[in-house]
């Protein structure tokens, strides 16, 4: 129980981020690090703890998106739409709902394995660890990298570009 | 050494190769501007990603909604932990009743009740009121129901009654068993929430059924805040006395008390107890049968001028009055003054009751300041 304490002590936070950064939405983010945690209790040991809580809150992702793909996207519309309507707090500038709104379209754009071995890294997890939570070879890990960064980078840029292109257009 | 690819240079870069593999890369990198070219543009790529992936760290919540706002309770829920009470004091009083039999009529004649009296001096004393106004049936004549203290334990027995059957649809089955027993048609079988006389309120000041009815303020309390009821206002209206309570923010209730002494009018609900006055009194059998046997009747004296002073019909016949506009309304008898009592709020009628028992408290407790 202590163990599984330290557990989310170390690791709640960078599963939480991956996770959101993974499905845009902070509660279902925080929903499946819980539930990720959950299952870590149940085992009786688990040999690289971080990269076996990486890759069950990515199955369990994959499974619940498999299962309720329909239904996340409507409430993720339904939740939109209600954006829409909420007063947005103050940081959060026109400007920056439009750098997240890029940076989603961009991360969506990235093939899932690219998409999660990206944020895997990003959260601290080293080769072996993103390798053995997405079962890669550890071999093909920078490569995967390389490849989803070089795109993400590209896909961000061009929608910037376009979008100064048509702010540029309205202005004129 | 050949060119590195580029997942070579980013592994490198991330720190996944080896120290020997690091060093060799590093050296090449050195000498081939090519490769620091890629160099340079793979930690752009890093750090440009890194930007971007923390743009995401201010994701909205909202696809699972937030937890709903906080609901007033439900009013039915008021509604069934009242009738719970209500069916709760009851049993206890028919329980009481029947250990009570026993007890000498002229025990319980002493003690005089009035039912559903309207509209006499207001701060008139229990003891200056003379023979209680009785009108049980029109089998029974006035003239005997108010001086036969046999009548007299009849109408406490329908103030039981009453108040046992009070409690709307929850127990309407064993209310119309009570009812056919005891003659006593209220509204049971009209109205689910129980609408009119508060047969129960009669008792306040009997010893005889005290008990029970603290029993149910009691309960009530539990269900109920405490403090005193605020006034708002008391409104002034020819010929009555007007409270406003507020019971919640934004929440009134208006009590009636009428001022005037003109009015004589008796209003009782049902047949009641009929068959035990009769039992008791000789003179009941005698009596002009002008109503229907079994039918409820409301009696009004004949100096009674102003049918309008009676606020409630409870006869069984006519239906219960519905709640307009969401208004709701209890009338009951003050047996203090013999006043009947109006109760009328945009709530619910279980509420009503709830705060008709804190009313009455408060009054008493008024009163025993009064003539201490």
């Known amino acids: 129980m202590a163990d599984v304490e330290r557990l989310f002590r170390t690791y709640n936070a960078a599963l939480v981020r991956y996770l959101t950064r993974r499905l845009g939405d902070c509660d279902w983010a925080e929903d499946v690090a819980q539930e990720t945690f959950v299952r870590a209790l149940r085992q009786t040991s688990i040999q690289n703890e971080r990269a076996w809580l990486f890759a069950v809150a990515t199955n369990l992702v994959r499974d619940e998106a498999r299962k309720d793909m329909r239904r996340r996207k409507h409430l993720a519309l339904l939740a939109e739409e209600e954006r829409d309507e909420v007063v947005e707090p103050e940081e959060t500038t026109l400007e920056r709902a439009q750098e997240a709104a890029m940076a989603r379209k961009a991360v969506d754009g990235l093939a899932e394995r690219d998409r999660l071995a990206l944020l895997m890294r990003e959260e601290g997890l080293d080769y072996s660890e993103i390798a053995e939570a997405l079962q890669l070879s550890p071999g093909s890990v920078g490569t995967t990298l390389s490849r989803a960064r070089r795109r993400l980078v590209e896909t961000y840029e061009a929608l910037q570009k376009s979008r100064e292109e048509r702010e540029k257009n309205a202005a004129s | ?372």
């Not at chain 2, 006035?142 to 334990?153: F, I, R, V, Y």
């Not at chain 2, 929440?251 to 047949?271: C, I, K, Q, R, W």
């Not at chain 2, 003054?337 to 009054?363: C, F």
Request: proline share 7%; net charge positive; hydrophobic share 40%.
């Open chain 2, 1 to 372: 050494m050949q060119h590195p690819d580029e997942g070579t240079i980013h592994s490198w870069l991330d720190g996944a190769l080896s120290p020997d593999e690091s060093a060799r890369l590093e050296a090449h990198v050195k000498e081939c501007p090519q490769c620091a070219a890629a160099v340079a543009e793979a930690r752009g790529f890093i750090a440009a990603s890194s930007r971007i992936l923390t743009a995401l760290d201010n994701a909205p919540r909202g696809v699972i909604p937030a937890a709903a706002p906080k609901k007033r309770i439900d009013p039915m829920v008021w509604r069934v932990a009242a009738t719970v009470l209500v069916v709760a004091a009851g049993t206890l009083v028919v329980v009481r009743d029947r250990a009570s039999d026993e007890r000498p009529i002229s025990a319980a004649a002493d003690r005089g009740t009035i039912l559903e009296k309207r509209a006499s001096l207001p701060e008139r004393a229990p003891a200056a009121m003379g023979p209680a106004q009785i009108v049980a049936d029109a089998t029974i004549p006035k003239a005997a129901a108010s001086k036969a203290p046999a009548s007299k334990a009849a109408a406490i027995e329908l103030a039981r009654k009453t108040l046992a059957s009070d409690s709307g649809s929850g127990i309407r089955a064993r209310e119309n068993n009570e009812s056919a027993k005891a003659g006593v048609m209220m509204q049971a079988g009209q109205s689910a929430a129980g609408s009119g006389y508060v047969g129960g309120a009669a008792p306040t000041t009997q010893p005889l059924l005290a008990p029970s009815h603290v029993a149910g303020a009691v309960a009530m309390d539990a269900a109920t805040e405490s403090e005193p009821l605020k006034v708002v206002g008391t409104p002034r209206r020819i010929g009555v006395r007007v409270t406003l309570y507020e019971v919640a923010p934004g929440d009134t209730v208006t009590l009636t008390e009428p001022m005037f002494t003109a009015l004589n009018s008796v209003v009782v609900t049902g047949t009641a107890t009929a068959s035990v006055a009769q039992q008791a009194t000789g003179k009941s059998a005698e009596a002009p049968s002008k109503a229907r046997a079994n039918a409820p009747t409301v009696v009004t004296t004949p100096d009674s001028q102003r049918t309008d002073a009676i606020l409630s019909t409870s006869s069984a016949s006519a239906p219960a009055p519905a709640p307009q506009n969401g208004l709701n309304s209890i009338a009951w008898t003050d047996l203090a003054t013999g006043n009947t009592l109006t109760l009328t709020g945009r709530i619910s009628k279980a509420r009503l009751q709830e705060i008709k028992i804190r009313i009455e408290r408060e009054r008493a407790t008024a009163a025993a300041k009064k003539n201490p």
